[in-house]
């Protein structure tokens, strides 16, 4: 048992993923499980991957020795604020926000080393496209990363505890800077979650095109933005207001770059084109190389979610 009380704010994907593996992997002794959405708590209660399941905060953070944030970002410090009511002194904290900065500046404002509590922010780089605690499964995590962003309101002992719990979650585990950690998400994940965003919406609302053929000859390469578009509106909309600045500064270098290949197209300039190509064709290897490429991942996640339907 690495915790005795833990709780999870917020019910979802990721935080009922998370919820399987902390009682599975016996890890934690108690686990307390909290959301506003009453129908989400009913659905968790009926799936049974808790021992309590509460819309009181009181209730779950009394007594907690670890409490993780798990709702869509712009949530956190309100119920932070709530928390700090009832937190006891060296309870660990911890969240999953896509975007560090502003998450742990507002956890911090409410709970930190002042208040005797320690705070380790945390981001698990999974996930699908799919919302809610029936959507979410054990090996969601497997092979991928997690990332902790250490501060001030951290201790060296939490840190080993967090790395063991994402590790226990068949995680690999780095530390990163929090701004860096912000830097980085908004190149790999914001902005081409954004350019999916905008294209999606751009072809759905083309004039001269009838929506069933763009829905029947999707194969294409329309598909697999629809895929990406089809996320969670409220956390992505939290997730580009939040990382604002840096997110701003991708899309104006996108901007420009977007504007180089039209010129390119425009004047016949064959040769560019062929060697972004080329260069684009090396990256999608080493990203294979990497273990980074999607299928096996995927065709997990399509089977845990058939199971999940039968
Ligand atoms: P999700 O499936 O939509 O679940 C979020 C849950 O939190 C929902 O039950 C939601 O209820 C509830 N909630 C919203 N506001 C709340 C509040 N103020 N108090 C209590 N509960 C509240 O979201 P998710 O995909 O698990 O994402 C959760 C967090 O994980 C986000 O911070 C996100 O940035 C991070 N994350 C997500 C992914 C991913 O791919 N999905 C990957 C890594 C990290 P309603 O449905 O009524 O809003």
Known sequence: MLFNKALILGIGLIGSSLAR???????VDTLVVY????????????????????????EGASDADLIIFA???????????????????????SDVGSVKQYSLQEIEKYLNKDMGVIVVGGHPVAGTEKS????????????????????????PEAIKK????????????????????????????????????SIVGTVADLEGYEHKEIIKYSAGGFRDFTRIAGSDPTMWRDIFLTNKQTVLELIQRF??????????IRWDEGDKMF??????????????EAKQDQPEHEKRIMEELKKQQA
């Open 255 to 264: 901007i420009e770059d977007l504007v180089a290949l039209e010129r390119n």
């Open 132 to 155: 809610g605690p029936e959507n979410g499964f054990t090996s969601l995590f497997k092979g991928r990363w997690c990332i902790l962003t250490p501060d001030d309101n951290s201790t």
């Open 71 to 93: 709702t869509p970002v712009c949530a956190f410090g309100d119920l932070a604020k709530e928390v700090a009511q009832y937190v006891k002194k060296g309870a660990v904290i």
């Open 21 to 27: 593996n902390l009682k599975e992997k016996e890890l």
């Open 35 to 58: 959301d506003k959405n009453k129908e989400n708590l009913a659905k968790a209660e009926n799936l049974g991957f808790a021992d309590i399941y509460t819309d009181s905060i009181k």
């Open 275 to 288: 060697d972004l190509f080329k260069r684009t064709q090396k990256i999608r290897k080493d990203v294979i």
């Open 162 to 197: 967090l790395t063991k719990m994402w590790e226990s979650c068949d995680m690999k585990v780095d530390t990163m800077e929090t701004a860096h950690h912000d830097k980085v998400m908004a190149a790999v994940s914001h902005l081409p979650q954004l350019i999916a965003y």
